[in-house]
């Protein structure tokens, strides 16, 4: 993964073009790249999109939407799939970049699939647990791979609690409560269906 050593502005950031197909996330104030997902991951992204539809509309759902996250410096992050609340979807309508800046609501739900390597995982449990905690969303699902299972984070008075999925384990969720998903379903995208 590419870092820059200058540190950037939310503003320099949003302009910033290097001509290539490149994502970047904003960590710190330093420009990240963010490495091209597997395709396992992507599966798990779109067969829990497909879910979703079940239950929202699709104007309230999002894939490679970033967030302004708080910290020390400026902070971006691409989620793999987020649920919006109506207040936020409206604060995004027209917008010329799917950004969700600091001043707007923040999304209801935020989906991380986490990919191999401890610099991955320290990123989707840790840093972003803080951040997404920060950012007053209410709740982040981390589906784990590698790990056999997803756990889901429900914000209560500034701090998540945990609730941790495998196997047969039925998904609970504020945001989706009629969602009757398993993590084994999740982590094989549907294939056993």
């Avoid at 320099?12 to 091209?36: K, Q």
């Avoid at 929202?56 to 987020?82: A, F, H, K, Q, S």
């Amino acid at each position: 993964m590419t870092t820059t050593t200058r540190r950037m502005t939310l503003e320099e950031y949003l302009d910033y073009d290097d001509g290539t197909d490149t994502r970047y996330e904003l960590v710190n104030g330093e420009l990240a790249e963010v490495p091209s997902e597997s395709d396992l991951n992507n599966l798990i992204a779109v067969y829990l999109l497909a879910e979703f539809l079940r239950f929202m509309p699709v104007r309230l759902l999002r894939r490679g939407t970033e967030v302004v996250v708080n910290g020390y410096r400026t902070t971006t992050r691409i989620p793999d799939l987020i649920v919006l609340t109506d207040d936020l979807a409206a604060a995004l309508s027209g917008a010329k970049r799917s950004v969700i800046m600091p001043d707007m609501p923040p999304p209801a739900l935020v989906v991380e699939i986490v990919s191999p390597g401890t610099t991955n995982e320290a990123r989707d449990y840790r840093y972003k647990r803080s951040e997404y905690a920060a950012r007053s969303i209410a709740e982040y699902w981390i589906v784990d791979p590698q790990q056999a299972q997803i756990t889901i984070l429900t914000l209560v008075a500034g701090l998540y609690e945990e609730a941790v999925f495998k196997g047969n384990d039925r998904l609970l969720s504020a945001t989706l409560p009629n969602l009757t998903l398993t993590p084994a379903q999740v982590l094989q995208a549907g294939d056993s269906e």
